[in-house]
């Protein structure tokens, strides 16, 4: 049972153009939800965060947006850079329930930002 | 602050063998979560601890076992390894407080032969 999938496994935008990275989520009891950037054999990188108590969250080039009555969340990232490209995972905890610091993952997408 | 430190960040092991990987989460960290990636099951939760006891389990074997200490040190060891363990772990730790974001160490790159 996959609660939170990535459906798009790669995406390809030109240098300068924007990223859209889309998660969906079926689990109601999640509330707090990040995106993380890996490289090959690296760990996770934190970019940002959302709590549901909100819809969109920016911070610097990056943006996320929650809809809560679809489930669904977006990464952008505005002006895409070649440094950007990356495998993309969004996560997602159920922070006031007993599993409250567990991550579920989705699957990644990975991103590639041509000069 | 220094990150999340992991160690060692290779092992080659073989078959039944048992292993002990280590992780030293940021300072003022008191949660330590362990993941396993495989490219056929992507990121798994494996466990979190917390003031050295665990809060939180995934669904691995109890061949995944895990233990944190007072110094917020944890490590996780894999006993009987089986081919299927290959994988990189994963280890992050989270500050005291509300909605809680993780950071994530490197990783210990698990090659089981």
């Known amino acids: 049972d996959q609660q939170v999938k990535q459906n798009s496994p790669s995406l390809s935008v030109q240098e300068g153009r924007i990223s859209i990275l889309n998660c969906d989520y079926t689990?109601?009891?999640?509330?707090?939800f990040l995106w993380y950037k890996k490289y090959p054999a690296e760990g996770p990188t934190f970019l940002i965060s959302?709590?549901?108590?909100?819809d969109k969250n920016e911070d610097g080039r990056f943006t996320v947006f929650l809809n809560k009555s679809a489930k669904h969340l977006s990464l952008h990232i505005v002006p895409s850079q070649p440094g950007d490209s990356a495998v993309y995972f969004c996560?997602?905890?159920?922070?006031?329930?007993?599993?409250?610091?567990?991550?579920?993952f989705g699957g990644g997408t990975r991103v590639l930002v041509k000069p | 602050k220094a990150g999340v430190t992991q160690t060692p960040r290779y092992l080659i092991k073989t078959r039944g063998q048992q292993v002990t990987l280590s992780c030293s989460p940021i300072?003022?960290?008191?949660?330590v979560s362990w993941y396993q990636q495989t490219p056929g099951q992507g990121l798994q939760f494996l466990f979190e601890?917390?003031?050295?006891?665990?809060?939180n389990k995934g669904n691995f074997p109890g061949r995944f076992s895990g233990r944190q200490f007072s110094n917020s040190r944890s490590e996780m060891n894999v006993s009987t390894l089986e081919l299927g363990d290959s994988a990189l772990y994963l280890c992050?730790?989270?500050?005291?407080?509300?909605?809680?974001?993780?950071?994530f160490g490197p990783g210990t790159r698990l090659l089981v032969l």
């Open positions: 689990n109601s009891m999640f509330d707090y």
């Open positions: 300072s003022g960290h008191r949660s």
């Open positions: 959302i709590s549901s108590i909100k």
């Open positions: 992050a730790s989270s500050p005291p407080g509300g909605l809680k974001t993780q950071y």
């Open positions: 996560a997602a905890s159920a922070s006031v329930s007993a599993a409250g610091n567990k991550l579920t």
């Open positions: 601890y917390f003031s050295e006891t665990q809060r």
